[in-house]
């Protein structure tokens, strides 16, 4: 396969994966209106967990692989359940269309990650445009004005959390194959469902819709895991990582289609200015590596 059909290939993939991790919060928050985020959470990571324990035996792999947990592992494993946690949260809490126009931060996030604790070169052009990015989050939040959403912090500290694992799953021990990976991913949010239920208690036994609503999510979740993976290892990242931002525009559809919502300027604003910094570091990372 060319490499111009390997960057097609992993250009749709990814935009499909965005649309399955839209679909996926669409579930999660449905979910959350009647059920307790813990057990949201732990159903959801149960079920997930389930169904990549069972790809890696039909891979003829082991479940957890053949090492022991490593370090970065386990830090990866906390930083999951913070960004899960925290986005979760955000989901059931704010407007769908918010907490995923921040959650468009990651990239810029993780660039920052990526410059303190690996050494990698940012330039000042990149510099300047993941300030600009970070106040897009800010115009996002305004805090101060009277359309400032406390919860829409936990959408903040869920970002943080995804970009962390993010920057440790680079770091991650190489023989790990993503199914491993997700089962650890999901295994772990097991742990903070239950961490999260402890503390607001009130578990209920889910009514058929609600079911349907949490199977949807599992399924829509590892599709999009499945999908964003192999998005990943197609063509050139420089090329497909852009359509990450796709997901912005499947959560706001679903946003003013499902839940009535109905972004205002700010958040459009914020939206646009995320998204364009997050381009141009993309851009220009690649530009770069062609010097």
């Known amino acids: 396969m060319s490499l111009q059909a390997e960057n097609i290939r992993g250009s749709l993939l990814m935009v499909a994966a965005m649309a399955a991790f839209a679909l996926e919060d669409m579930f999660i928050k449905s979910a959350t209106q009647t059920l307790p985020v813990g057990q949201v959470l732990i159903i959801f ?30 830090i990866r494993s ?18 769908l269309s918010n907490a995923s126009a921040i959650l468009q931060a990651t990239p810029l996030v993780v660039a920052i990650g990526a410059a303190v604790f690996f050494g990698e070169t940012v330039g000042w052009r990149r510099w300047t445009a993941i300030l600009v990015g970070l106040c897009g989050v800010l115009i996002i939040l305004r805090p101060g004005l009277s359309g400032f959403e406390p919860a829409s912090i936990f959408a903040v500290l869920g970002t943080i959390g995804f970009a962390g694992r993010d920057l440790a799953t680079k770091a991650a021990p190489p023989q790990l194959t993503s199914a491993q990976l997700g089962v650890y991913g999901f295994l772990v949010l097991v742990f903070s ?19 349907l609503k949490l199977g949807g999510a599992i399924a829509f979740g590892v599709l999009a895991y499945n999908a964003l993976t192999g998005a990943m290892r197609q063509g050139e990242v420089s090329v497909i990582a852009p359509f990450r931002y796709t997901r912005l525009i499947f959560a706001m559809i679903l946003g003013v289609v499902v839940f009535a919502e109905r972004p205002d300027t700010f958040t459009l604003i914020g939206s646009a200015i995320v998204i364009l910094s997050g381009l141009y570091t993309v851009l220009r990372e690649r530009r770069m590596s062609r010097v």
């Open 45 to 74: 990571g149960a079920g997930g967990f389930l169904v990549f324990a069972a790809m890696a035996r039909l891979r003829g792999e082991t479940v957890f692989g053949d090492s022991a947990p490593s370090r970065t592992l386990c």
């Open 78 to 95: 906390v930083f999951e359940i913070m960004g899960r946690l925290c986005f979760t949260l955000a989901l059931a809490l704010t407007p």
């Open 193 to 211: 469902g239950v961490l999260a239920l402890l503390w607001t208690g009130g578990a209920v036994l889910p009514d058929p819709m609600t079911a």
